[in-house]
């Protein structure tokens, strides 16, 4: 019964939270619009980005807080950043409503923009067989399973299965919320991920095939306007590489926040560190296939593959998850998923939102 009163508590406050950010986004989309792009829409905007920082605090779940705060916090401001100015997805929208307007801003979804005699395109063709997410949503209640005996378990392999919870979590959450709004507006969404585990370079994980909504929403906000800045004061290749880690500064920093969300205790910059150091890697690594393919030389797959994954496994190791760890937010997580999982089989369910 305790439980069952602390989960009903906490999907109200969740409830809460996110009535208070649809409320915002009313007041971006019937008073901020009308406000001319520019310094006086983003002046007009600097109270909903205060509000939507305040709001994850009030949650405790490390998964609701850990998804609000990144649809809110990271996506939501970035996104209502780039409104400003009438960039980005919120400016994209052909056929713009309030409904349309919440959707984009608030979720981790990015319209796919076709020509205008091509707007209706079948990608069935290209969509992932439903069976592969069905195998991902088996593979993560293994690793969720397993994880309860880590103690028995050596580090590397809890290693590998960390990086892989972290990404089939990640993935299953984002693609079941696209293929809802895709279900309600009807629009076609961008895809959110494109097999990481396939990638072979730095540059292709980072920019081409991990959490797409952030590389989509990080260019337009932070490498594209410090590559034009910076062009003009140290040339192209160093302008490029500038913009690179200042991206990747800025990533590291908005992890940095969002760990705060989860933990509720200092930074300790470990996380900030560990992208700062794949923005120097990714660099080098650029300059280097650069200076290969100028000689017609091209490292192999078979090499750049693992090299890779060592690049990022070992700093993930010593930097990313360590402050995760040592406050338990991975315990936390898998039991809420376990409590979820409990309550499903037993439909207790209703029992909590008839308390509400």
């Not at 690049?311 to 998850?321: D, K, M, Q, S, Y």
Request: proline share 6%; glycine share 4%; with cysteine.
């Amino acid at each position: 019964m305790e439980i069952e009163k602390m989960l009903g508590d906490e999907i109200e406050r969740f409830i809460r939270v996110w009535i208070s950010a649809i409320l915002c986004l009313c007041y971006c989309y019937y008073i901020a619009s009308r406000i001319p792009k520019g310094f006086l829409r983003l002046l007009s905007l600097l109270p909903i980005f205060c509000i939507f920082i305040i709001l994850p605090l009030s949650l405790s779940s490390p998964n609701l807080v850990g998804f609000t705060s990144f649809f809110l916090v990271w996506l939501g401001i970035f996104k209502l950043l780039l409104f400003s100015f009438n960039q980005g997805p919120l400016a994209l929208i052909s056929s713009p409503n309030i409904v349309h307007f919440i959707f984009i801003a608030s979720l981790p979804i990015n319209l796919k923009q076709h020509p205008t005699t091509n707007v209706n395109i079948n990608t069935n063709s290209t969509q992932k067989p439903k069976w592969l997410l069905a195998l991902k949503v088996l593979l993560l209640g293994l690793i969720i399973r397993v994880s309860d005996y880590k103690e028995n378990l050596h580090p590397r392999f809890m290693l590998v299965l960390y990086y892989c919870y972290l990404y089939l979590g990640l993935e299953i959450v984002l693609v079941l919320i696209a293929a809802l709004v895709q279900t309600v507006l009807g629009f076609e969404i961008q895809p959110l991920f494109n097999k990481p585990y396939l990638c072979t370079s730095l540059q292709d994980f980072w920019g081409r095939r991990w959490n797409l909504i952030i590389t989509r929403i990080l260019r337009p906000t932070i490498y594209d306007p410090v590559r034009r800045m910076s062009t003009c004061f140290v040339g192209p290749l160093c302008a490029t590489s500038t913009a690179m880690l200042t991206t990747f500064l800025v990533s590291g920093l908005m992890h940095e926040l969002m760990y705060y969300y989860l933990t509720r205790v200092p930074p300790t910059w470990e996380v900030t560190c560990f992208f700062v150091l794949q923005g120097m890697c990714t660099v080098v690594e650029v300059v280097v296939k650069k200076a290969m393919l100028h000689r017609g030389w091209r490292l192999h797959r078979a090499v750049s593959g693992p090299l890779m994954v060592v690049i990022l496994a070992v700093p993930g190791w010593w930097l990313f998850f360590p402050q995760l760890l040592r406050n338990g937010v991975d315990r936390k997580a898998t039991e809420e998923y376990e409590i979820l999982v409990y309550f499903v089989v037993h439909s207790r369910l209703p029992y909590i939102y008839g308390s509400l």
